[in-house]
């Protein structure tokens, strides 16, 4: 009998629960990811404009549709007292090694010149 070559392309993949699963074919192709704290602070944004136009009442309501508290609601839109130039950065991904605790400690400085990271 002739042996039988045959190639099979798999990877370890994250399932449910993030149990790791073995997959068929290659992987996906990692992508370039949005920093945590640009997402927030896009989400901070959000959820200020939602405000103003009157389609939520307040953070607590955010909270409630959101599934979390109303202390991590505050915690995302006190991203929006960081001086416009940061936020800015921060949106732009400039600012990526910055963690989002170290941010939450800038946030109660009012003068902006006085936010530096």
Same mark, same amino acid.
């Given at each position: 009998?002739?042996?039988?070559?045959?190639?099979?392309?798999?990877? @370890?993949? =994250?399932?449910?629960?993030? %149990?790791? +699963?073995? =997959?068929?074919?290659?992987?996906?192709?990692? +992508?370039?990811?949005?920093?945590?704290?640009?997402?927030?602070?896009?989400?901070?944004?959000?959820?200020?404009?939602?405000?103003? %136009? !009157?389609?939520?009442?307040?953070?607590?309501?955010?909270?409630?549709?959101?599934?979390?508290? =109303?202390?991590? @609601?505050?915690?995302?839109?006190?991203?929006?007292?960081?001086?416009? !130039?940061? +936020?800015?950065?921060?949106?732009? !991904?400039?600012? @990526?090694?910055?963690?989002? =605790?170290?941010?939450?400690?800038?946030?109660?400085?009012?003068?902006?010149?006085? +936010?530096?990271?």
């Amino acid at each position: 009998m002739n042996a039988v070559e045959r190639e099979v392309r798999f990877h @370890v993949g =994250r399932g449910a629960k993030s %149990e790791r +699963q073995l =997959r068929k074919g290659d992987a996906k192709p990692v +992508q370039d990811k949005v920093p945590r704290v640009a997402r927030l602070m896009a989400l901070a944004i959000h959820f200020d404009r939602l405000i103003r %136009e !009157g389609k939520v009442k307040d953070y607590a309501e955010i909270a409630r549709l959101g599934g979390v508290t =109303r202390a991590r @609601v505050t915690q995302v839109m006190n991203l929006l007292s960081l001086a416009p !130039g940061l +936020q800015e950065r921060l949106l732009s !991904g400039v600012v @990526v090694s910055e963690s989002e =605790r170290t941010l939450r400690r800038v946030t109660p400085h009012i003068n902006w010149s006085s +936010q530096r990271l």
